[in-house]
Nanobody
Framework: VQLQASGGGLVQAGGSLRLSCAAS????????MGWFRQAPGKEREFVAA????????YYADSVKGRFTISRDNAKNTVYLQMNSLKPEDTAVYYC?????????????????????WGQGTQVTVSS
C-alpha cells in the first residue's frame, strides 16, 4: 500500500482545512487508518484513527470536537477535516495504515503499530 497525503497549507487561527490521503492497492478497505502529526522539535503524536468501515473512530484529546476523520473506500481515500484550527496544530501531518481492520485497543495511538506511511503534508496555522 502506498499513501499520498495532500491538502495542507497556511491558514489563520479559527480556519479550516481538509487533508486527504489517497491509497493505492485493493486492500485499503481492509485497513484501519490513522493520522499523526509532528511539530518541529517534537515527537510524532497521534491525531485520529478509524476502522475499515469508518464506524469506529478515535481522537486525541487535543483535537476532539474540532477534527473529524472519515473515509471513502470506493475512492481509497481517508480524510481529516480540521476546524477551529489553532497555532499549536501547526505540524507535518502524516497518514498511516494498519493491516488490522480495527484500530488496536490499546495501541491505536502508537505510531509503531502502523505498517504503511504517507510522506506528510505541512499544516501551518498563523495567529
Amino acid at each position: 500500500v502506498q499513501l499520498q497525503a495532500s491538502g495542507g497549507g497556511l491558514v489563520q487561527a479559527g480556519g479550516s482545512l481538509r487533508l486527504s490521503c489517497a491509497a493505492s492497492g485493493r486492500t485499503f478497505s481492509r485497513y484501519a487508518m490513522g493520522w499523526f502529526r509532528q511539530a518541529p522539535g517534537k515527537e510524532r503524536e497521534f491525531v485520529a484513527a478509524n476502522s475499515w468501515s469508518g464506524g469506529s473512530t478515535y481522537y486525541a484529546d487535543s483535537v476532539k470536537g474540532r477534527f473529524t476523520i472519515s473515509r471513502d473506500n470506493a475512492k481509497n481515500t481517508v480524510y481529516l477535516q480540521m476546524n477551529s484550527l489553532k497555532p499549536e496544530d501547526t505540524a507535518v501531518y502524516y497518514c498511516a495504515a494498519d493491516k488490522s481492520p480495527y484500530p488496536r485497543v490499546p495501541g491505536y495511538s502508537d505510531y509503531a503499530v502502523y505498517d504503511y506511511w504517507g510522506q506528510g503534508t505541512q499544516v501551518t496555522v498563523s495567529s
